[in-house]
């Protein structure tokens, strides 16, 4: 007797445990959510801009050597600045990279270094052999010594908008200076028979950065 009741007392545990089980099998179908998604169809092309400056020369420009300089003399070189990438740009700079002769550098106690200026033909061209502006004349950079040059120095030209072409007069001068020369000897630190390499590099930003709706 106590085996039969031993074995009815396990019946109902174990039908307790199966039906526990069948309750959490259950119970992850309880959980199951349904899903859903939607994606355009077509995919959305994203494209970047780009930001290109080119430097042409309008007449000898950069490429023609300036030789002969005498104390007062400018030199005149013309060259255009093409904004020729999507992007529109700001914050024009230039930068002269200059070696050689320091006196023609750096003025130290004196004013004997070479001075560059810029000057903008504002919706016109110049005319390289005559110097005339075919529209407004507007002086980006009043006379700057080289060594005043050997960072990159603002240019008040305004933005560029893409495709956009600035002509500039990018003017040479050689101060005007004594010096005497005795029985042909040269005095110390002339400027006479000295030369220097000149590099100029323009320099350009990315228009500010905007946000857009449509």
Request: neutral net charge.
């Amino acid at each position: 007797m106590q085996h039969n009741r031993r074995r009815s007392a396990w019946r109902p545990a174990a039908l307790a445990a199966i039906g526990g089980s069948v309750l959490v099998a259950m119970g992850v179908g309880v959980w199951a959510t349904l899903t859903a998604t939607a994606a355009n169809v077509a995919p959305e092309q994203v494209a970047n801009g780009t930001l290109k400056l080119t430097l042409a020369d309008n007449g000898a420009g950069f490429g023609q050597s300036i030789t002969n300089l005498a104390p007062g003399d400018t030199v005149n070189r013309y060259v255009a600045l093409t904004n020729g990438g999507t992007l529109d740009a700001q914050a024009l700079t230039l930068q002269v990279a200059a070696t050689g002769a320091n006196a023609l550098i750096t003025d130290g106690a004196t004013s004997k270094a070479l001075r560059v200026t810029v000057t903008e033909c504002v919706n016109g061209a110049w005319a390289p052999d005559t110097g005339a502006c075919g529209g407004t004349k507007a002086v980006l950079m009043a006379a700057t010594p080289l060594s005043g040059l050997a960072s990159a120095v603002a240019l008040p030209a305004g933005a560029m908008a893409a495709g956009d072409v600035q002509n500039l007069q990018v003017s040479v001068q050689l101060p005007d200076q004594n010096e005497t020369t005795v029985n042909g000897v040269l005095p110390q630190g002339t400027v006479q028979g000295q030369s220097v390499n000149l590099t100029y590099t323009f320099g350009e930003t990315q228009r500010s950065a905007t946000t857009t709706n449509s």
